[in-house]
């Protein structure tokens, strides 16, 4: 980051490996696994695959939205001492919401320009399927009336300052933005036509690892639908409004998931011979209106690309998450940006959204992209429930 911004150090930092679980789909194969056990198996996964010793994490940084499990409450911690880091390892939580993934990268990152870490592993994790549903007033009781029950997977997907879901504010981009629902329909078949792809030509085959669950291995995201047809997408029932353009289809799927990623100091990872996978170069949050919020990303990649002096033509790969395809779409026409090179392997519309985890997962497969088509500079972004955005610069190695 520059030093307008407070950070001055020169030093580099990499986000060296990660791993992540298949998603599974709402009440599907990993219903039963809270966020920390989905979490321990991906970041013991990533020490592995580098031969990395937990002796050497000086941090744990843990990224949930919906605490759906009272050992989430202490998932960073938990999740230090689980993989065998020094009981001396500090760890904490963060919730950015959807962009909370991406921020554990930031924060990593920040520690170690300051000098206060040399590795840190990061994580994020999300059961969306084990959120519980919350009575009010049991504790006290009540003199007269029923105690208040709410959902709390509903209302966490609800902005109540506004008193706007999450997919009214997508309705109100494709107004914005004149994405209609012909358009919507076909950038949803076709994420889950390139995810589907990605399986077959193996490019995930590094990233995911198998998980147990009910005595069954699964290899692969639940959510994805390899049969999916164009004209059965085209066949749903709005969602949100009559005659609106989200539907089941074209919105992120509600899924349970972990990703985990190493990011340490370019002297780390001489001293212990490892070969990252991209250099973290910068990242940007900024605000938007809450009605608005699937736009964030848009201001949050034209800040980060004004601030290292380039443009979008100097970017060879973007990753936004795909909350809904006109809130994606609307990002797109806003920035001028080619959908060819815009989430190549599919996006969250086929894989689906745990909630803390996406931030985790679009950056790891942004670098693993990079990678494997020779790319240089990438861009992975959210948007933010309540009206932000996030984005992350990376530099293929």
Partial sequence: MSEEYGIVSARKVYLVAGKRTPFGRFGGGLAKKTPVDLAQECAQATLESINLLPKLIDHVIFANVVPSSTDTLYAGRHLGLRVGAPITTPAYNVNRLCGSGIQVILDANKLIKFQ?????????????????????????????????????????????????????????????????????????????????????????????????????????????????????????????????????????????????????????????????????????????????????????????????KMGLDDINLVEINEAFAPQILACAKDLNLSLEKTNIWGGAIAMGHPLGTTGVRISLTLARQLKQTAGTYGIASACIGGGQGISLLLKSC
């Fill in 116 to 308: 206060e870490a040399e590795c840190v592993l990061v994580s994020g994790s999300e059961n969306m399927s084990m959120t519980p549903h919350l009575t009010y007033g049991g504790r006290f009781g009540t003199k007269y009336g029923n105690l208040k029950s709410v959902d709390m997977l509903l209302d966490a997907l609800t902005d109540q300052h506004c008193q706007t879901s999450m997919g009214i504010t997508a309705e109100n981009l494709a107004k914005e933005f004149s994405i209609g629902r012909e358009l919507s329909d076909e950038y949803s078949f076709n994420s889950h036509k390139k995810c589907q792809q990605a399986y077959e030509q193996g490019f995930f085959d590094d990233e995911i690892i198998p998980v147990q669950a009910h005595k069954k291995n699964i290899i692969k995201d639940e959510h994805l639908r390899s049969d999916i047809s164009l004209a059965q997408m085209q066949a749903l029932p709005a969602t949100f409004q009559k005659n609106g353009v989200v539907t089941a289809g074209s919105a992120s799927g509600v899924v349970d998931g972990a990703a985990a990623a190493i990011i340490a100091s370019e002297e780390f990872c001489l001293r212990n011979k490892l070969t990252p996978l991209a250099e973290i170069i910068d990242g940007t949050v900024v605000g938007v209106e809450p009605t608005l919020m699937g736009i964030g990303p848009s201001p949050a990649i034209k800040l980060l690309l004004e601030r290292n």
